[in-house]
């Protein structure tokens, strides 16, 4: 049982490699939308790719709990859970960022001509969730029950709603994620984010109370509310969601807990 955080932390790297494998056999192509605009929407790799974006999320919020339970915390397992997100919500959403901008500069009448770097600003994302989590690792005591920075999870989770708005398009929204000038300030956000003082609750709250739970609660039954009316639009409202929660909750007196990635 002592092994078992680390093998579903290795489970959330593996599912991160089948994402990025999907995603990068993902290829664009056009469709029409019902006002006549056209569209560059994704196939389905890029669409699996994003679901096994949310598993290794999922794995990974097993791992902080199953870790707990057991209480069985362990300097390698903090650096092994490191290396998973940042191939998990770094370089996999970095992949989807990447194929996005590809097929939004597709949509230029002077396509073939585009430079390759003009694409490459996507893997930042990966780069600023390293430095994001190399962070975290050194300052794990002080953040008990909030994290400095948008942790990766958070961000990889958002992008990883792209290709899913996309394939779906909910309320014409697969429009946006093709066009590069949003794509550019959205990584220009996320990585911001991922830097900034701002702090951001735990999704694993110290005490199961109300005065420590209320905000994940709301993360989770709003989203959960909206589904009917916004399908998979919800996902994105639940990203906001937990940035104004986070400027809202006032975590009350820190418990004496042991810090978990």
Sequence with gaps: MKHLPNLLTVANLFCGCIAIAFILSAQPFWGN???????????????????????????????????????IFSPIGQDLDSLADVVSFG???????????????????????????????AFLIACFAALRLAKYNITTASQKSYFIGMPTPAVGLFIAAFPLISWYNPF?????????????????????????????????????????TWPQLVLVIVPLATIPFLKIAALPLAFVLYIILSFVYKAP?????????
């Design 172 to 212: 014409n929204l697969g429009i946006y994620m093709q066009n590069v000038t949003v794509i550019y300030v959205v990584i220009g956000v996320l990585c911001w984010l991922m830097v900034s003082r701002i702090k951001f609750f735990k999704f694993i709250p110290e005490k199961w109370s109300i005065a420590y």
């Design 33 to 71: 939308l019902p006002d006549g605009q056209h569209l560059v929407s994704v196939t389905e790799q890029a669409y699996l790719g994003s679901l096994f974006i949310f598993i290794a999320a999922f794995c990974d919020l097993l791992d902080g709990l199953v870790a707990r339970a057991l209480k």
């Design 91 to 121: 370089v996999a959403p970095s992949m989807i960022l990447f194929k996005l901008l590809w097929a939004g500069y597709m949509q230029h009448p002077d396509a073939m001509d585009v430079d390759m770097l003009a694409i490459c600003p």
């Design 253 to 261: 007196a820190a418990a004496n807990t042991p810090a978990t990635t």
